[in-house]
């Protein structure tokens, strides 16, 4: 098992920054993918980035590529989300997610924290 505990959601005024959070226990991450979504109500659920825990190589939505890094700290198991330049747009709950490195499903989830850009 793995747990995903997301922190560092908020109320931030277009143009500015955050950085969330996700802490992860239960595992070693080694072979793991962690992945950042986001859903606003009434819509699907949308993928933000992605890690590969053990070389740190992210990959991103296009329409957020410039905008939003997803790094990680191996030393704090901890991976992160840092939102640059924000947008109405980006308002939403944000979640963290693993999957095993070589399949495409999340198969473990965090609660979501959420995120509301003030314009």
């Known amino acids: 098992q793995v747990q995903l505990v997301e922190s560092g959601g908020g109320l931030v005024q277009a143009g500015g920054s955050l950085t969330l959070s996700c802490a992860v226990s239960?595992?070693?991450?080694?072979?793991?993918?962690m992945g950042w979504f986001r859903q606003v109500p009434g819509k699907e659920r949308e993928f933000v980035a992605v890690?590969?825990?053990?070389?740190?190589?992210?990959n991103y939505a296009d329409s957020l590529k410039g905008r939003f890094n997803i790094f990680r700290n191996t030393a704090k198991n901890a991976v992160y989300l840092e939102m640059n330049n924000l947008k109405a747009e980006d308002t939403a709950v944000y979640y963290c997610?693993?999957?095993?490195?070589?399949?495409?499903?999340?198969?473990?989830w965090g609660q979501g924290t959420q995120v509301t850009v003030s314009s």
């Open positions: 997610a693993a999957r095993t490195s070589g399949t495409n499903d999340f198969t473990y």
């Open positions: 239960g595992r070693t991450l080694s072979d793991y993918a």
């Open positions: 890690i590969h825990w053990s070389t740190g190589s992210g």
